[in-house]
């Protein structure tokens, strides 16, 4: 802090890191009326207010289990995976590809997988790559508690607002606010086939 308590040199420190959004192309896309990936890809209301905000108070690296790349530090990623899974399931639908320039340890790969998306990603450093393997054990059960604690946010949130609720979900017992968030539907990894450095997920969606 500079000079601490005294005038004129203390800075201001970093308190947060910024998230640019860009969008390619002037015209939103077009989805077929009622496409069913798109409606399946809905968030909760609850989950639209909290990530469409100027501010994230609440990501602060909490799902940090998976384990490490032999050699490597003991993480899952060098930032929250909570933030490309959030970023993914706001800007992307069933059937997209999601694609990581600086693929790095793999978060965003974790997180599309959690999210039931494809995804490609670019690194340089060959160590990282082949470390991924190492990654992905429980990564079958890891999917699975990401959507379980969704919809346990969910349903917290429903007990805990007085606000009401004129909608049950298709898929789960559960209300829902909005038309639009009744198909949602929740997956966890069921099973990956890996070929060198390419894998195949196949996805089933979780039950509740």
Same mark, same amino acid.
């Given at each position: /802090?500079?000079?601490?308590? #005294?005038?004129?040199?203390?800075?201001?420190? @970093?308190?947060?890191?910024?998230? #640019?959004? @860009?969008?390619?192309?002037?015209?939103?896309?077009?989805?077929?009326?009622?496409?069913?990936?798109?409606?399946?890809?809905?968030?909760?209301?609850? &989950?639209?207010?909290?990530?469409?905000?100027?501010?994230?108070?609440?990501?602060?690296?909490?799902?940090?289990?998976?384990?490490?790349?032999?050699?490597?530090?003991?993480?899952?990623?060098?930032?929250?995976?909570? =933030?490309?899974?959030?970023?993914?399931? /706001?800007?992307?639908?069933?059937?997209?590809?999601?694609?990581?320039?600086?693929?790095?340890?793999?978060?965003?790969? @974790?997180?599309? /997988?959690?999210?039931?998306?494809?995804?490609?990603?670019?690194?340089?450093?060959?160590?990282?790559?082949?470390?991924?393997?190492?990654?992905?054990?429980?990564?079958?059960?890891?999917?699975?508690?990401?959507?379980?604690?969704? #919809?346990?946010?969910?349903?917290?949130?429903?007990?805990?607002?007085?606000?009401?609720?004129?909608?049950?979900?298709?898929?789960?017992?559960?209300?829902?606010?909005?038309?639009?968030?009744?198909? =949602?539907? #929740?997956?966890?990894?069921?099973? =990956?086939?890996?070929?060198?450095?390419?894998?195949?997920?196949?996805? &089933?969606?979780?039950?509740?």
């Amino acid at each position: /802090m500079g000079s601490g308590t #005294l005038p004129p040199n203390a800075y201001v420190t @970093l308190e947060h890191e910024h998230l #640019l959004v @860009l969008r390619n192309g002037d015209e939103p896309r077009d989805f077929p009326p009622h496409d069913p990936d798109r409606y399946a890809a809905a968030y909760f209301w609850e &989950e639209r207010n909290r990530w469409f905000s100027d501010v994230w108070s609440d990501v602060r690296g909490r799902r940090q289990s998976l384990p490490a790349a032999h050699g490597d530090r003991e993480r899952s990623a060098a930032y929250p995976i909570e =933030i490309p899974y959030r970023l993914i399931n /706001m800007f992307s639908v069933r059937g997209d590809t999601v694609l990581d320039p600086f693929w790095g340890t793999g978060t965003t790969t @974790l997180a599309a /997988m959690a999210a039931a998306r494809a995804s490609v990603g670019y690194e340089l450093d060959a160590g990282l790559v082949d470390g991924f393997d190492d990654r992905l054990h429980g990564i079958e059960e890891f999917t699975a508690d990401v959507a379980r604690d969704r #919809l346990e946010r969910h349903r917290e949130f429903v007990r805990d607002t007085e606000a009401s609720f004129d909608y049950d979900a298709t898929h789960y017992d559960t209300p829902v606010k909005t038309k639009r968030e009744r198909d =949602i539907r #929740l997956y966890r990894v069921r099973d =990956i086939e890996r070929e060198a450095k390419r894998y195949r997920t196949s996805h &089933e969606p979780i039950e509740g």
